[in-house]
């Protein structure tokens, strides 16, 4: 796993860099099963590494380090209801699943205006409510929102930078179904993994997300990934 971690300690060290001093939000896009958050959780731990000019949590970082967060856009999911409003089809997946002005309210506004932010408001799997509850960030701390459909017109131009976490559907479904192994077939194509993979299908056709990324990273061997910068910040 030695390249893997060279490879994010380039990513990370290319993070740190955007608008120094400054408070950051950085989105780590990808399919479900790209291994977004696993990849967001790694940068967090790496920023601890004295080797990295990043700290993580709420303590205040020493001079010329960063602090490093991150939220999950799954924390703003609508409730069941209204993602199934319009069926259980790929258009409802893309359209309905997430609720960006809870998301802009609750992270981005606070978070570029130095206030504490609200990290999730909703229990996807509970389909409830969370308790209103605030996260403190230091003034230039580097936030990273990991989530599918991030480069979407009404979202891309919040981000400072951004990841696009490349692996092929043959590769994404069955790892991400790993997690629910009696309910999903391994197939991409098979009926029980339709609203997702064409949900995304639609996601590329309007979007072409790998294009509007700051960095590319190939994911499809976690062991070895490969790094591309697309659009350098």
């Known amino acids: 796993m030695r390249a893997?971690?060279?490879v994010l300690r380039q990513l990370l060290a290319g993070i740190c860099e955007v608008r120094p001093r400054q408070r950051v939000l950085i989105a780590i896009d990808g399919?479900?099963?790209a291994g977004k958050t696993t990849l967001a959780e790694e940068l967090v731990a790496l920023g601890i590494e004295a080797s990295v000019p990043c700290t993580l949590g709420n303590a205040t970082p020493a001079t010329g380090h960063r602090s490093l967060a991150r939220?999950?856009?799954?924390?703003?999911?609508h409730p069941r209801a209204r993602r199934y409003a319009n069926g259980r089809g790929p258009q409802s997946f893309y359209r309905d699943s997430y609720d960006y002005e809870a998301f802009a309210r609750s992270v981005v506004t606070p978070f570029k205006d130095g206030l504490p932010i609200v990290p999730a408001v909703c229990d996807v799997d509970a389909d409830a409510p969370l308790p209103h509850t605030e996260l403190d960030l230091p003034q230039d701390c580097i936030l990273l929102i990991d989530g599918v459909f991030l480069h979407r017109p009404e979202l891309r131009d919040l981000w400072d930078a951004s990841v696009w976490v490349d692996v092929p559907f043959e590769v994404s479904v069955p790892r991400g179904n790993q997690r629910y192994p009696e309910a999903y077939d391994r197939d991409p194509e098979a009926e029980s993994n339709r609203r997702y993979v064409e949900g995304q299908r639609l996601y590329f056709a309007q979007c072409s997300p790998w294009d509007l990324a700051t960095w590319r990273l190939d994911n499809?061997?976690?062991d070895e990934p490969v790094l591309r910068s697309i659009n350098p910040p």
């Open 4 to 6: 893997r971690h060279d």
């Open 31 to 33: 399919l479900d099963g």
């Open 71 to 77: 939220v999950s856009i799954d924390g703003f999911h």
């Open 220 to 222: 499809t061997d976690l």
